[in-house]
């Protein structure tokens, strides 16, 4: 079983940015694939980013160039740094750890972007 803790949501004004930090237990952390997905009210849940054990990255085209995500393996922790922040970016934001044939899900962090 490997546990999945997010952190850093909260609310941002337009233009602004955010750290999401989230934390995967495990001592094979990396191996792991990581990603970010976010949910808004009333939408499917959709990927973000994603970041392999080569550290190769994938982004959402509505997030690239603003989003960055990152991993410590040291630390057992996949970052998600947001800039240029828009209010459609308001979601529920939830890290997600890929091992071998499971996936693993934390809680979620609420983001919101308003003025």
């Known amino acids: 079983q490997v546990q999945v803790v997010e952190s850093g949501g909260g609310l941002v004004q337009p233009g602004g940015s955010l750290r999401l930090s989230c934390v995967a237990s495990g001592s094979l952390f990396s191996l792991y694939v990581m990603g970010w997905y976010r949910q808004a009210p009333g939408e499917p849940r959709e990927l973000v980013a994603s970041i392999r054990t080569s550290d190769s990255t994938t982004y959402a085209d509505s997030v690239k160039g603003r989003f960055t995500i990152s991993r410590d393996n040291d630390k057992n922790t996949v970052y998600l740094q947001m800039n240029s922040l828009k209010p459609e970016d308001t979601a529920v934001y939830y890290c997600?750890?890929?091992?071998?044939?499971?996936?693993?899900w934390g809680q979620g962090t609420q983001v919101t972007v308003s003025s």
């Open positions: 997600n750890a890929h091992v071998i044939v499971r996936d693993y």
